[in-house]
Every structure is written in structure tokens, then in C-alpha cells.
């Protein structure tokens, strides 16, 4: 016999970042506790809007699943004395699992003689179970920020005002705070905020649809999209698209209504990005555009409510944003007013780090990098390199990133195209931020790619050397995503760059400001970014061990770093590869660290390991030239040859031979051996 479970919990508005998280938590914590109660539950749907979080279990067993329990307690030597009389172990045994001694029985082990019971827990009612089961979900339901009401003892995301618990129709019984939970629900704050009976979810959906609530997430955001696209087409545009915002909005209504108003002319002077930053972040409006992708004088609001006279509230929300824009228009010229350099010397009193000194020192460390990675790779734009550099962080002295800080870098590079900044420059002011999340965009030319990864690896290099190390919960800087944007920098253009060069470089311009030995920094760092490209790598599909047996081998240029994982990944394809690896893995399990000295042939008595000898300095040169070359997947097809010499080698020579110097020498050939693959990859971390 199985029902429904349904519960809804209805509060004050919850901010909509908060929603789906919580939602996703509510299910893992109601399934964690419905299995360890042994009831069985079927499919589990999540409603939500800005006022309640519902979750409601199809087919949940009425009755608790019997378990049957095998339980081996102390040994029987310990558990009874010489008499046969139990011991204080056995009789702890027995009262822990609510048995008599009489009732215990022994068992033999591999171990000896233990105490044993059998025992069966017939189960109980899954209604009686409940009350106490969503009592502890809905306390345990974390939040980034909670906060608590009255004088009451619990904490929620906000207050909470009702609570729906329902269990085949009947209600569960529990309290939060002073809330008791019932089966009546409640429907939209202004147009219908009167109470309504809850039998089950289907009755639920109906009736709270006939109060202006629609509960289910993914109609919601059907219905605003639908009402968008027909909006924007009267208009004679389309709406830029904006997952993100639409995904939000969808959190912040229960029943949506979409309404456009105009953007007045003489704003539309001001750069595109700056109109479509301060309507999303500001008044969650959605932007159109024509058909070319330009900016269109008008907007769209999601209202909450479905308004009686609709010109009245786009009137109120054309006030709203003319006032919002007049001041973004006074910002936008009162900036011009100066050039962009001159914000240098204001920058020189901005703390960047409390230690690791002010933003001007910050631009003067990463414009010394950021001109070493031109001179390496594009001598030709070595003054372009310099000149983005020094003015990247200038527009976070202007007025408008002040008002607006997510317009860093996008101002910086509109202020300077007016200024008649070379385009380059203009763009790399821009680009330098990039990517702004795993998988985001990249810098498009070498300029901003320097000015990038200049930044960047300062970031990392500078923290870690004033103790500001990421954590597994926290990493306040950013600097993971930082290296990520470094490795992902690097591979889209190619550069072959030595990180720990990189590394000890940046390291070097924080000799003032470090505050751990710089050995310690640069070998922390090098790991910290190693250990993300092992993350990225894994995640687009290389194996796992592939990627840890090349990155222990070497890790210095990401780019030649993959190429090797490539080659790898590919000769793991093979059929033969994993006999190919168990005979280089006993080369590597056999010399231990390697003894390095020439190969006397003299001592060569056996035709195996002559012929060991013969294939490998035949191959050496071979090899050597194609790991020059780069051309990784032929140097390890080269490898593989020698895998039948390897067998026969191990086959009929005794390597650890009671004469010393032949045992050496053994020990010389299979490391000369080792030697060949040893800079591609560490064999012996392959699965």
C-alpha cells in the first residue's frame, strides 16, 4: 500500500538565487531520511515561486520495510568466563539490541568464536514516522543567508507564515517555531490572498492556478518566454537573449505579466552595454534588438500582478529607469572630462590587498610580466602590451564603475576608443577580464591575451605568497578560476609557455610583499594550477590516469602537456596496451628510482638482454628526435616496440644477480629503458 506525501512551505518572498538550491536540498534531505526510516517512495516532483518551496513523493509506502539484521557481537572467550557465565560484554550486547543473553547465539569466524544474533525489526507505520521526519528536513535546509522572526528559536531564508503537510490526504502534524503544519495553502499576496484546502498535488496545481499562482517552475518561465516573444515582435524586434535573467525572473513571480515601455532617445547615446547592465541588474529588464543585433528604445518588465491599467505601471517603470539613466548620462560625461590615464595616480591610494599594497602597484608587477609574454611571442606589439596594461584598471576610478562595478573593463574600453586609443588597446582593456567563468570567452587578440594572463597569475602569485591559499569551501579571490583562465588562455592561442617560469617570475616581482620563502610559493602555485588542468583535462573526457600518468611526468608547457595526454589517450586505445603496460610498469617496479650509468656491453652475457640492449639504442636516437619534434603519438608507437624485447628480457634474466656488477648493469639497461618514455608519461600510474 503506498501514497502521496505533499509539503509545502509558505513564507515571506525568498530571494530567487536561494530557490533552486533549497529546492535541491529539500529533496536530498527528504529522500536521506525516508531511506534510513525504510520507506519506499516513488517519484518525487518540486514546485516553487518566491513564496513557497513544495515537494510532493508519489507511491510512498504506508508501512516501514521489515529488516532483517545480522549482528556479531564480542568473542566468546571475552563474553563468557571460565564458568560459562556471561560477561558484562555479553550482557552489554544483548541489552543494547533488546535481547536477553538466553537469546544470543555464537558463530565461528576466521577470527574464532563470536557472539551472534539473528534479529528481525518488523516495520511500523510510515504516518507515525513522518511527523518527525519533516520536522528535522525542514530545520536542516541550509541557506546562504537565513534569518530568524519573532522571539522564535528557528532560522529560515524568511519568515515563515504557513506550512501544507499532507500524507494520503491526512495531515502530518508538526511544528516550526510556533507554526503548526495543517492542509490549507494560500494564493497570490494581492489578488487572491485568501486560504485554500489541499487534498493532493493534482488539487493543488488546479486550485492554486484559480488563486494567480502558478506553481510549476518550468510553466512559469514557458509563459514569460511566450509572452516576450509576442511583445517584442509588436515592437519589430527581438528579445536579447538572457537565460540567466529569464531564470531569475521566473523566481521572482507567481503569475507573470509582461509589460514594454520605451527608453527615451537620448539615452540610447550611451553605450550599449552600459543601457543593458543598468536595466537587467538593476530592474530585471529584458532588452530587444532588430534584426543587426542594435539596441532598441524600448524594454519589457515582468510584473507580478496582472495589472488593471497596465499604461499606469509602464509609466511608473519609465520613471524608474529615466532616473536611473540620467544618472548613468551625468556619470558617462562627467568621466570624459578626463583622460583615462589620469586615473593612474588616484589608483596609487586604492588598497588592491591590505598586503599586497594598492592598485597601482598591482598594474606595476603585471605590466613587467605582461611585457615579458610579448617579448617572447609577438615582439611586434611589445608597446601595445604596455600601453593596455597601464591603462586595464583605470575606469575603476571613473564615476560610472563606481555606480556600476559590473562595467569594469567594458567603460575602461569605451572611454579609451574615444580617447583615440589604438582599437587593440581599447579592446584589451575589455579582454583582460576574460573568461569570467569556465567555458567563457577568450581574449581575441594577443594583447589582451598578455594583459590577461599578466593579471591573472599575478592574482595567484601574490595571494599565495601572503598566505591567502584557497580552501576546499572557500577561495575569496577567485584565484581557481583565475588559473583555469590562464590554462584555457594559453591552450586557445597556442603559447608555448613554462609555467614554472611564469611562476618564478611573478613570484619575483613580490619579493617586497611575500611572506613565505619563495621556493615554497612557486612550488605551491605550479601545483595549484597543475592540479586544474588534471580537473579540466578529466572533465572533457581524457582518462583520468592518462592525464595523471603525463602531468607527474612533466608539467611545464600546458600545451605540450596535452599533446602528450593526446598521444597517450590514443596508444590506450590499442588492444595490446595493457600488456604493453604491465611490462614497462615492471621495468619501473624493478630499478626504483633508476640507476643511471652507462651500459657496460661487456657484461652482457645473456642474448636477451643483448638484444634488449641492441633495440634500445637503436630506438634512443629515434626517440629523441620525435620528442623534440613533438610528435608524441610516434615516439610512443617507437616505445612500443621494444615491449617484446622487454618480455623476453624479464623472462629469461635474473636481473638481481649475486654478481654486483652485473646486477648493476642489468639495472642500467632497464633504466636506459625507462629513460626513453619517463619524460611523456609515469607508466606506472596508468589504471
Not at 499562482?213 to 515582435?233: D, S
Not at 539613466?325 to 572630462?337: H, S, T, V, Y
Not at 622487454?646 to 634474466?653: S, Y
Not at 639495472?667 to 608519461?681: C, E, H, P, Q
Request: glycine share 6%.
Amino acid at each position: 500500500m503506498s501514497a502521496e506525501l505533499f509539503l509545502e512551505l509558505g513564507t515571506e518572498e525568498i530571494p530567487a538565487g536561494f530557490i533552486p538550491r533549497a529546492l535541491e536540498d529539500m529533496k536530498r534531505l527528504l529522500c536521506k531520511e525516508l531511506d534510513s526510516a525504510r520507506i519506499g517512495y516513488g517519484d518525487i516532483r518540486t514546485f516553487a515561486t518566491p513564496r513557497r518551496l513544495v515537494i510532493t513523493l508519489a507511491d510512498v509506502e504506508k508501512q516501514q520495510q521489515r529488516q532483517e539484521l545480522e549482528l556479531t557481537g564480542p568473542p566468546a572467550r571475552i563474553a563468557f568466563d571460565g564458568d560459562g557465565k556471561p560477561t558484562k560484554a555479553a550482557e552489554g550486547f544483548a541489552r543494547t539490541n533488546g535481547v536477553s543473553v538466553e537469546e544470543l547465539k555464537t558463530i565461528e569466524t576466521p577470527k574464532g568464536e563470536y557472539l551472534f544474533l539473528s534479529k528481525v525489526i518488523e516495520g511500523g507505520a510510515s504516518a507515525e514516522q513522518l511527523p518527525e521526519i519533516l520536522t528535522r528536513v525542514v530545520t536542516k535546509i541550509p541557506f546562504k543567508k537565513s534569518m530568524r522572526w519573532k522571539d522564535l528559536d528557528v532560522r529560515f531564508a524568511r519568515p515563515m507564515h504557513w506550512i501544507v503537510a499532507l500524507f494520503d490526504g491526512e495531515i502530518v502534524p508538526f511544528t516550526f517555531g510556533d507554526l503548526k503544519s495543517g492542509n490549507m495553502s494560500r494564493g497570490h499576496r494581492f489578488m487572491a490572498p485568501e486560504e485554500f484546502a489541499v487534498v493532493g498535488v493534482d488539487d493543488y496545481i488546479t486550485k492554486a492556478e484559480q488563486h494567480h499562482v502558478i506553481p510549476q517552475i518550468e510553466k512559469r518561465r514557458q509563459m514569460i518566454e511566450e509572452q516576450l516573444e509576442e511583445l517584442a515582435g509588436q515592437l519589430g524586434g527581438k528579445i536579447n537573449p538572457d537565460d540567466e535573467l529569464l531564470a531569475e525572473v521566473s523566481f521572482l513571480v507567481e503569475t507573470p505579466q509582461a509589460l514594454a515601455g520605451t527608453i527615451e532617445e537620448r539615452f540610447l547615446q550611451l553605450p550599449p552595454e552600459l543601457l543593458i547592465t543598468s536595466m537587467r541588474e538593476h530592474q530585471r529588464y529584458f532588452t530587444l534588438i532588430d534584426d543587426a543585433g542594435r539596441l532598441l528604445p524600448h524594454f519589457i518588465t515582468i510584473a507580478n500582478t496582472l495589472a488593471k491599467d497596465p499604461k499606469v505601471v509602464v509609466a511608473g517603470n519609465e520613471r524608474v529607469l529615466k532616473a536611473r539613466l540620467a544618472d548613468a548620462m551625468f556619470f558617462w560625461q562627467e568621466d570624459q572630462k578626463n583622460k583615462l590615464e589620469s586615473k593612474l595616480e588616484p589608483l596609487k591610494k586604492v588598497v588592491y590587498q591590505a598586503k599586497l599594497g594598492t592598485s597601482f602597484e598591482k598594474i606595476e608587477r603585471f605590466t613587467v610580466l605582461a611585457k615579458g609574454l610579448a617579448e617572447q611571442f609577438s615582439p611586434a606589439d611589445l608597446a601595445l602590451t604596455e600601453r593596455a596594461s597601464l591603462l586595464a584598471k583605470c575606469d575603476l576610478e571613473t564615476g560610472m564603475v563606481y555606480e556600476f562595478p559590473e562595467l569594469q573593463g567594458i567603460m575602461g574600453r569605451e572611454y579609451a576608443m574615444i580617447e583615440g586609443e589604438d582599437q587593440r588597446v581599447a579592446t584589451a582593456i575589455f579582454e583582460h577580464y576574460l573568461p569570467t567563468q569556465a567555458g567563457g570567452d577568450l581574449p581575441t587578440d594577443h594583447v589582451g591575451a598578455f594583459v590577461s594572463l599578466a593579471d591573472k597569475i599575478d592574482s595567484i602569485c601574490g595571494c599565495f605568497s601572503v598566505g591567502l591559499i584557497p580552501t576546499g569551501t572557500t577561495d575569496p579571490y577567485a584565484l581557481r578560476r583565475c588559473a583555469i583562465g590562464i590554462l584555457a588562455i594559453i591552450q586557445d592561442r597556442g603559447y608555448a609557455i613554462s609555467i614554472p617560469d611564469l611562476v618564478a617570475q611573478s613570484v619575483s616581482l613580490l619579493e617586497a610583499k611575500r611572506q613565505r620563502p619563495a621556493e615554497e610559493i612557486i612550488a605551491d602555485v605550479i601545483e595549484f594550477i597543475r592540479l586544474r588542468l588534471v580537473n579540466m583535462l578529466s572533465s572533457q573526457g581524457y582518462p583520468t590516469d592518462v592525464v595523471d600518468a603525463v602531468l607527474s611526468a612533466d608539467f611545464t608547457e600546458p600545451v605540450e602537456a596535452v599533446e602528450r595526454i593526446k598521444a597517450l589517450s590514443n596508444l590506450k586505445g590499442r588492444d595490446d596496451f595493457e600488456p604493453l603496460t604491465v611490462a614497462f610498469k615492471r621495468v619501473g617496479n624493478m630499478i626504483k628510482g633508476g640507476l643511471h650509468q652507462p651500459v657496460d656491453q661487456a657484461l652482457l652475457s645473456d642474448e636477451a638482454e643483448k638484444k634488449l640492449y641492441e633495440a634500445g639504442q637503436k630506438v634512443q636516437s629515434e626517440v629523441a628526435e620525435l620528442v623534440s619534434a613533438r610528435n608524441y603519438t610516434q615516439a610512443l608507437e617507437t616505445i612500443a616496440g621494444l615491449r617484446a624485447p622487454v618480455d623476453c628480457f624479464f623472462e629469461n634474466v635474473m636481473v638481481m644477480s649475486d654478481d654486483e656488477a652485473v646486477k648493476n648493469n642489468r639495472l642500467a639497461l632497464l633504466t636506459s629503458i625507462s629513460d626513453l618514455f619517463s619524460g611523456i608519461a609515469d607508466f606506472s600510474r596508468i589504471a
